[in-house]
């Protein structure tokens, strides 16, 4: 059984900064690929950015030059660094984590940590 415990949203002003963190914990025996997703009201849930096991990198065309995902493979944990917000980063912000336990493939989900950016 794998966990993702996620941290870092809350709530900021246009043109402030987050961090968002995402713990994997539980039998794994080695991690794909890590991601971020969002989902704001009534929209539905789109990628963010993802971080390969190679470090490799992909981000949404909105966020590209203002977020930076990045991975820390000794603690299982990836992270979401995004600057100059503006309101429409507004969401619910998902981790997801693809890889493999000593018995089987997984992928996760986090429960969800919320980001809302004032004006």
């Known amino acids: 059984q794998v966990q993702l415990v996620e941290s870092g949203g809350g709530l900021v002003q246009a043109g402030g900064s987050l961090r968002l963190a995402c713990a994997a914990s539980g039998r794994i025996f080695g991690i794909n690929s890590m991601a971020w997703y969002r989902q704001a009201p009534g929209e539905q849930r789109e990628l963010v950015a993802t971080i390969a096991s190679g470090g490799g990198t992909n981000y949404a065309d909105s966020v590209k030059g203002r977020f930076t995902i990045s991975r820390d493979n000794g603690k299982n944990t990836a992270y979401l660094q995004m600057n100059s917000l503006k309101p429409e980063d507004t969401a619910v912000y998902y981790c997801?984590?693809?890889?493999?336990?000593?018995?089987?493939?997984?992928?996760?989900w986090g429960q969800g940590t919320p980001v809302h950016v004032s004006s």
């Open positions: 997801n984590v693809r890889g493999q336990s000593l018995l089987t493939n997984f992928d996760v």
